[in-house]
């Protein structure tokens, strides 16, 4: 812990880092690593509750690069399921083979129609070796802060922050700990506090809201005894994966939910609901007051009620916490950097967990700040205002195309076959960049745009899709022909084989495609098979001591 925490004392650090969750504490950790005399603040204390649970290939390859680059051989290990089980098995966490999208109608079972159920899958992994992972973040959390501060790194926990105000040379902090006045002068700020937004409220940065087209409000909560739903519907053809063993979303006409499963049996559950779908919820009803505990544990009883298949995998389960509720998810500021001050994608932006696109980014995020002090001008190594602005401008772009790719998907959501092939446009995007990052790395990967925004095929996507499903809803476009065009469209990066009907809506990991589509790379067939042996698990040892 930091000393001289006394009345009428200021400390002096290179790095404040606000926000103690995974991404604020790995970068506080590696800053450290770096030679910087850095102070994580945290509100709270751990271990705590925290959603945001559902990793992705693309997570963990940052999570690899950035175990590769500064030797954190825990980052390592804890970047698939094998590893993690092998070398953490204290630290618990749940199975995530792919993405499971089922299709539900009120008052009615789901269907089991064979290959025609609406059902989808998509694997991200060919196996549970190298298979991504969902964080339970009070582990997850906890272990990279107690790994921050073995890095060298002065935690302070139970600290309310009250001020931020510029310096000269950094900027001054203020606060109390259990009543003790605390300040620290600090030569930079970065702001991983996620939607509370300590910098932007501080710092007068204005919300950005009104930029994002999506809007949800979530009600979750964490349960125990969830049902499987290959037992509810045994039927179902084979996946190329097991059903549960995902990322589960259910669709529904207000929404849809989440269900993510952990190996010691808890489930992470959540619905996100539109507005519209919130109002039917409610229609009828007084306005629920603010902050009424009540609200969410209504919503969800009335939800499973409606949707019979989904009152069958959760009725008997037992929340382990309260069912809360948010009404509006969605966050946006309107910068990401400045003088002095940088903000991790939690502060800067969220969309919604459709996805799983927020451990992704942040990561990403976590790698590019890291080389920015790494290249800073002067005796600190502090980042170059060039590289803020960078940093700045791409967090902006790339938060402008989650929030059309998922606008879309809501806009699409009422019919399964469109809300499908809005999907391919979020899979191509990700197996394209997966693929080029894990065959032909470079030191620059990192800023490579997320979700494509930087490449001349996919960045349009997301805008033309929303204009196209704009059309059909007024009774143009016919999904049949907005099917098509995705397909057309993803053409030239589609390296998994995505928008094929002879698939059945079930898309495996297939590295005999990924082979034949060596060309969409810019790779030779033998370049890609010397691969295989790591893209199948075969690997598993880091490559550093």
Same mark, same amino acid.
């Given at each position: 812990?930091?000393?001289?925490?006394?009345?009428?004392?200021?400390?002096?650090?290179?790095?404040?880092?606000?926000?103690?969750?995974?991404?604020?504490?790995?970068?506080?950790? #590696?800053?450290?690593?770096?030679?910087?005399?850095?102070?994580?603040?945290?509100?709270?204390?751990?271990?705590?509750?925290?959603?945001?649970?559902?990793?992705?290939?693309?997570?963990?390859?940052?999570?690899?690069?950035? $175990?590769?680059?500064?030797?954190?051989?825990?980052?390592?290990?804890?970047?698939?399921?094998?590893? *993690?089980?092998?070398?953490?098995?204290?630290?618990?966490?749940?199975?995530?083979?792919?993405?499971?999208?089922?299709?539900?109608?009120?008052?009615?079972?789901?269907?089991?129609?064979?290959?025609?159920?609406?059902?989808?899958?998509?694997?991200?992994? /060919?196996?549970?070796?190298?298979?991504?992972?969902? *964080?339970?973040?009070?582990?997850?959390?906890?272990?990279?802060?107690?790994?921050? &501060?073995?890095?060298?790194?002065?935690?302070?926990?139970?600290?309310?922050?009250?001020?931020?105000?510029?310096?000269?040379?950094?900027?001054?902090?203020?606060?109390?700990?259990?009543?003790?006045?605390?300040?620290?002068? $600090?030569?930079?700020?970065?702001?991983? =506090?996620?939607?509370?937004?300590?910098?932007?409220?501080?710092?007068? #940065?204005?919300?950005?809201?009104?930029?994002?087209?999506?809007?949800?409000?979530?009600?979750?909560?964490?349960?125990?005894? &969830?049902?499987?739903?290959?037992?509810?519907?045994?039927?179902?053809?084979?996946? /190329?994966?097991?059903?549960? *063993?995902?990322?589960?979303?259910?669709?529904?006409?207000?929404?849809?939910?989440?269900?993510?499963?952990?190996?010691?049996?808890?489930?992470?559950?959540?619905?996100?609901?539109?507005?519209?779908?919130?109002? =039917?919820?409610?229609?009828?009803?007084?306005?629920?007051?603010?902050?009424?505990?009540?609200?969410?544990?209504?919503?969800? @009883?009335?939800?499973?009620? @409606?949707?019979?298949?989904?009152?069958?995998?959760?009725?008997?389960?037992?929340?382990?916490?309260?069912?809360?509720?948010?009404?509006?998810?969605?966050?946006?500021?309107?910068?990401?950097?400045?003088?002095?001050?940088?903000?991790?994608?939690? +502060?800067?932006?969220?969309?919604?967990?459709?996805?799983?696109?927020?451990?992704?980014? =942040?990561?990403?995020?976590?790698?590019?700040?890291?080389?920015?002090?790494?290249?800073?001008?002067?005796?600190? @190594?502090?980042?170059?205002?060039?590289?803020?602005?960078?940093?700045?401008?791409?967090?902006?772009?790339?938060?402008?195309?989650?929030? @059309?790719?998922?606008?879309?998907?809501?806009?699409?959501?009422?019919?399964?076959?469109?809300?499908?092939?809005?999907?391919?446009?979020?899979?191509?995007?990700?197996?394209? +960049?997966?693929?080029?990052?894990?065959?032909?790395?470079? %030191?620059?990967?990192?800023?490579?745009?997320?979700?494509?925004?930087?490449? /001349?095929?996919?960045?349009?996507?997301?805008?033309?899709?929303?204009?196209?499903?704009?059309?059909?809803?007024?009774?143009?476009? %016919?999904?049949? $022909?907005?099917?098509?065009?995705?397909?057309?469209?993803?053409?030239?990066?589609?390296?998994?084989?995505?928008?094929?009907?002879?698939?059945?809506?079930?898309?495996?990991?297939?590295?005999?495609?990924?082979?034949?589509?060596?060309?969409?790379?810019?790779?030779?067939?033998?370049? #890609?098979?010397?691969?295989?042996?790591?893209?199948?698990?075969?690997?598993?040892?880091?490559?550093?001591?």
């Amino acid at each position: 812990r930091l000393r001289g925490l006394r009345p009428g004392m200021t400390v002096r650090v290179d790095v404040a880092v606000v926000g103690s969750g995974f991404a604020g504490s790995l970068l506080a950790r #590696i800053l450290a690593g770096q030679g910087h005399r850095v102070a994580l603040l945290e509100r709270g204390t751990h271990p705590r509750f925290a959603i945001g649970e559902s990793s992705t290939p693309l997570a963990s390859l940052s999570l690899e690069r950035l $175990a590769t680059r500064y030797r954190l051989l825990d980052c390592y290990q804890l970047a698939t399921h094998g590893r *993690w089980l092998t070398h953490h098995p204290a630290l618990r966490r749940g199975l995530k083979r792919g993405f499971t999208f089922y299709r539900h109608h009120p008052g009615t079972p789901f269907a089991d129609r064979g290959d025609d159920s609406e059902r989808l899958l998509v694997a991200a992994s /060919p196996n549970d070796a190298v298979a991504d992972t969902h *964080w339970l973040r009070a582990d997850l959390d906890h272990h990279m802060v107690r790994a921050a &501060v073995n890095a060298g790194v002065h935690y302070v926990d139970r600290l309310h922050l009250e001020s931020l105000a510029h310096l000269d040379d950094g900027m001054h902090l203020t606060g109390a700990r259990d009543g003790t006045p605390v300040a620290l002068d $600090a030569g930079f700020v970065i702001d991983a =506090s996620g939607g509370s937004g300590f910098v932007a409220r501080h710092l007068g #940065i204005g919300s950005a809201l009104d930029r994002l087209q999506t809007r949800s409000a979530l009600v979750f909560s964490h349960l125990a005894g &969830v049902r499987l739903m290959v037992d509810l519907v045994p039927g179902l053809p084979a996946g /190329p994966y097991p059903d549960d *063993w995902a990322a589960v979303h259910h669709l529904i006409d207000e929404g849809w939910m989440y269900s993510l499963r952990f190996d010691d049996g808890i489930t992470s559950a959540g619905f996100a609901l539109t507005p519209d779908g919130l109002a =039917s919820l409610e229609a009828g009803e007084a306005p629920a007051p603010d902050g009424d505990a009540r609200r969410g544990a209504r919503l969800w @009883r009335r939800l499973l009620q @409606r949707y019979p298949t989904i009152g069958a995998l959760f009725g008997s389960a037992t929340p382990c916490m309260p069912i809360s509720f948010v009404p509006v998810m969605q966050h946006r500021v309107q910068r990401a950097a400045g003088e002095r001050f940088a903000l991790l994608p939690s +502060a800067f932006a969220f969309v919604d967990p459709l996805f799983s696109t927020g451990i992704a980014w =942040s990561l990403r995020a976590v790698e590019r700040l890291a080389s920015c002090f790494e290249d800073g001008a002067g005796a600190r @190594r502090l980042p170059a205002a060039s590289a803020l602005a960078r940093y700045d401008a791409l967090l902006g772009r790339e938060a402008e195309q989650i929030d @059309r790719l998922v606008a879309g998907a809501y806009a699409a959501m009422g019919d399964f076959a469109r809300f499908e092939a809005q999907t391919m446009l979020y899979f191509a995007a990700v197996s394209y +960049a997966e693929s080029r990052e894990r065959l032909a790395p470079h %030191a620059e990967s990192s800023w490579e745009g997320f979700l494509g925004v930087d490449d /001349p095929v996919l960045a349009p996507l997301p805008a033309d899709s929303l204009s196209r499903l704009a059309r059909a809803d007024a009774g143009g476009e %016919a999904t049949e $022909a907005f099917s098509r065009w995705v397909a057309e469209s993803i053409a030239p990066r589609n390296v998994a084989g995505l928008s094929d009907p002879a698939r059945h809506h079930r898309y495996p990991a297939d590295l005999d495609v990924l082979v034949a589509r060596h060309a969409l790379l810019g790779l030779t067939r033998d370049q #890609i098979v010397a691969a295989l042996p790591a893209l199948r698990g075969m690997a598993p040892e880091p490559p550093f001591e």
